[in-house]
């Protein structure tokens, strides 16, 4: 296995960096790997009456709803990540001496990384208004947001483990763009934006 995600959860570890959602984006890769364990699992679990989760299988859900809350967690979701990358670096360029300036980062991957999200504004202001931030999760900004989102997040993200090894349909299905979310989200986000899935992330809404 390489790539970004790999040698991400390496140096956290080796930091002592907690990377809770950079790890299990990795995990989700993992099992997407596992195509026939998974579908095996799958037809294990109807047969004693477990069907597989779907968004559109209940005449009960408020599909309206549902994308609100998966929005709002997806949300919610980015901030951990975010806030989880920051700190490796900055706990990266402590043991190595660097002086890397968050707030400068941000700006600079604004204007010329793969990223270039209006997030990093918000990421920006944040180290700005703050340089020796603790977490992006303790600005006051951020904290809010995620005070704001958390009850629908706890809604949406629920027996991730359980339900990605028996899960007939692979992550490896989705988008590129939308395997860097947790798995929950994208399972649900797939389900519900199929048909009508923005053509580039330039459209994607801020949040």
Known sequence: ??????????????????????????????????????????????????????????????????VGKVRAALYASKICSYAQGMNIIRAKSDAQGWGVDLAALARIW?????????????????????????SLLVDPFFGQ????????????????????ERGGRAREELPKEKKTHPPSLSFLAFELENKNRPSNRASLPRE
């Open 110 to 134: 604004k204007g010329g990384c793969i990223i270039r999200a209006a997030f990093l504004d918000d990421i920006r202001a944040a180290y700005a208004r703050d340089p020796a931030l603790a």
């Open 145 to 164: 947001a995620v005070a704001d989102r958390q009850a629908a997040w706890r809604d949406v993200v629920a027996l991730v483990r359980f339900d990605g």
């Open 1 to 66: 296995m390489k790539g970004t995600g790999k040698w991400t959860v390496q140096q956290a570890a080796d930091l002592s960096v907690a990377a809770p959602t950079i790890e299990a984006s990795l995990d989700a890769r993992f099992l997407s790997g596992l195509k026939d364990e998974r579908v095996a699992a799958a037809a294990f679990y109807e047969k004693i009456g477990v069907a597989q989760p779907s968004a559109s299988s209940s005449s009960a859900v408020d599909k309206a709803e549902l």
